[in-house]
């Protein structure tokens, strides 16, 4: 356990949180990576954390259940560039719920004075494609979401408080590598990224190819030779 645990208060150039105990370095470093290729995606963007339980009739295919639900999510936000980074949490009585740690591309979004209708959108997204996943209804599905941004943060590299900002997130979510809640844990089944693409404004389909017969294919035979 100690080669894989990093007791330090720094990883690389951030400052991370081992108040209580140390933290597991296969999923710090998966973290890390992942955490770093969304920075270098996005020169702008906000930030939304939220937590889905899965039903426990589910808990057999829970990956399974939320690579449908970020599809289909993703079906709903068809303009939208998102990356999420997810983290999975089993509780004491077996229970599985995913963290999630959702960043959406601000540029169509325009100022951060829309920032309540932005969240009230995600919520209202997240919480209608789970329940559709997962079989619940409307009124059943409030207890298997949790959202725990409000505000959203904002994210933005021509921003004063940027280096500050991203490195405060970091802090926070590196509590989630922690060896009290993983140990004994496979990294690659704990912690994970999602990345969605939009589609682009105006392009149009491509037609498809006529297909040529073979009687147009074939070169012309030579005239047959007069006798």
């Not at 959702?102 to 325009?110: C, R």
């Not at 059943?140 to 991203?166: A, G, M, V, W, Y």
Request: proline share 4%; glycine share 4%.
């Amino acid at each position: 356990m100690a080669d894989n645990m990093i007791e330090s208060e720094c990883f690389r150039e951030y400052q991370i949180d081992t108040v209580d105990g140390g933290l597991s370095l296969s999923l710090i470093e998966k973290l890390y990576f992942a955490y770093r290729s969304v920075l270098s995606r996005f020169a702008h963007c906000y930030v939304f954390r939220f937590r889905l339980v899965i039903p426990g009739k589910y808990n057999h295919q829970a990956k399974t259940l939320f690579n449908q639900w970020f599809y289909r999510f993703c079906h709903y936000r068809q303009r939208d560039k998102i990356s999420v980074i997810w983290k999975k949490e089993i509780s004491d009585t077996g229970a599985i719920s995913y963290r999630f740690t959702m960043f959406l591309d601000a540029t169509p979004y325009g100022p951060m004075a829309n920032e309540y209708q932005i969240r009230k959108k995600l919520t209202k997204d997240i919480t209608r494609t789970w329940a559709t996943t997962t079989h619940m209804s409307q009124y059943d599905i409030s207890d298997l979401c949790s959202f725990l941004t409000q505000p959203l943060l904002e994210l933005n590299r021509e921003h004063e408080d940027f280096d500050k900002q991203h490195r405060c997130l970091f802090y926070v979510l590196s509590r989630q590598a922690s060896i009290d809640m993983n140990h004994d844990v496979d990294a690659e089944s704990m912690l994970g990224s999602f990345v969605s693409k939009s589609k682009k404004k105006g392009r149009k389909p491509r037609k498809p190819r006529e297909r040529r017969s073979r009687q147009r294919q074939a070169s012309p035979a030579s005239p047959p030779a007069q006798t």
